[in-house]
C-alpha cells in the first residue's frame, strides 16, 4: 500500500497543480468579463459628490461612489468595488464591507426590476403574505430569487417606510401602495410588458392622507394675524386685574 501511495503522489500532486492553475484562469476570464469602469457621465456626477468632502474626509464618499456605480452596472461586481476602492483611496476589503453591510447593495446579479414585498406588521395586517404569494406565482419565482431572463428579482422585505399606506410594493426606487390583489395584478401585468406603470397609492388617496377623508385642515385657513386683536384686549383686562 505504501509503494502504491508513492506512485499516486506525484499524480495527485500535478492533479492539484492543474486544477489551481485552472481555477487561476478562470478567475482571471471572469474578472475581465466583469471589468468596469464608470461611463463619462458618472465620471462627472462622482467628481462632483467627492468635490463636497474634504480631501482627509474622503472616505466618506464611498457609499454614494457605490450607489453610482451599482446604478451604472445594476449590481456591484468585485471590479466595480476595486473601481471605488481606487478612486477612494481605501483598500479594496474595507470597500467590501460596506457594500456587504448595508442592504441596498448587490453582490450578485439582479433583475431589471427588483420587487420588494414588505411584509413586516403593519403590511402584514393589510395582507401582505397574500400579496407576495401573488408575486411568487405570477413571476413564477420564489424570496430572493432572480428571473432566468434577468427581468425580476423578488425579494421579501421589511420595513419600506410607509406603513400608513401599506401593504407596500417597492419596485426599484419607487412605492406602489394600498394595493389589493387587482392593482398588484396590473402592475405586475405592466412590468411584464416592459412598462413602468406610474407609483403612488391605488386605494383613491392622493398621498398618505386618511382613508376615509380628512380629519384635519379640511379648512382654509384663517388670515395672518387672525384674533389677535381679541388676545390684546384680553391681556389688558387681566393686567387690570392684577392692579385692582
Known amino acids: 500500500m505504501y509503494q502504491n501511495s508513492k506512485h499516486l503522489l506525484p499524480r495527485l500532486v500535478r492533479g492539484i ?4 492553475t485552472r481555477l487561476k484562469l478562470a478567475a482571471a476570464n471572469m474578472y475581465k468579463k466583469l471589468e468596469f469602469e464608470f461611463n463619462d457621465e458618472n ?9 463636497m468632502f474634504p480631501e482627509k474626509e474622503i472616505r466618506g464618499a464611498v457609499i454614494p461612489i457605490l450607489d453610482l ?8 461586481p468585485i471590479t466595480a468595488i476595486h473601481k471605488v476602492a481606487e478612486m477612494l483611496k481605501m483598500e479594496p476589503f474595507v470597500v467590501w464591507e460596506v457594500a456587504n453591510f448595508y442592504t ?7 433583475g431589471k426590476y427588483c420587487l420588494k414585498v414588505c411584509t413586516t406588521t403593519p ?3 393589510r395582507g401582505s403574505d397574500e400579496l407576495l404569494q401573488q408575486c411568487k406565482s405570477t413571476l413564477k419565482l420564489e424570496n430572493n430569487e432572480t428571473s432566468k431572463d434577468m427581468q425580476f428579482t423578488l425579494t421579501e422585505w421589511s ?9 407596500i410594493l417597492q419596485v426599484n426606487d419607487d412605492l406602489y401602495e394600498d394595493l389589493d390583489a387587482a392593482s398588484l395584478a396590473e402592475i405586475l401585468k405592466a412590468l411584464q410588458a416592459d412598462r413602468i406603470p406610474p407609483p403612488g397609492p391605488r386605494g383613491g388617496r392622493y398621498a398618505s392622507e386618511p382613508s376615509g ?3 384635519s385642515l379640511n379648512s382654509e385657513p384663517p388670515p395672518a394675524g387672525f384674533g389677535m386683536q381679541n388676545i390684546c384686549k384680553q391681556l389688558d383686562k387681566d393686567k387690570k386685574k392684577e392692579c385692582k
Request: glycine share 6%; aromatic share 6%; proline share 5%.
Open 17 to 20: 497543480c492543474q486544477t489551481q
Open 159 to 167: 420595513c419600506l417606510g410607509a406603513c400608513v399606506n401599506a401593504p
Open 123 to 125: 403590511c402584514f395586517l
Open 213 to 215: 377623508g380628512l380629519t
Open 104 to 110: 441596498m447593495f448587490k453582490l450578485k446579479p439582479q
Open 69 to 76: 456605480a451599482q446604478r451604472q452596472h445594476g449590481w456591484l
Open 43 to 51: 465620471k462627472c456626477r462622482a467628481k462632483e459628490v467627492l468635490s
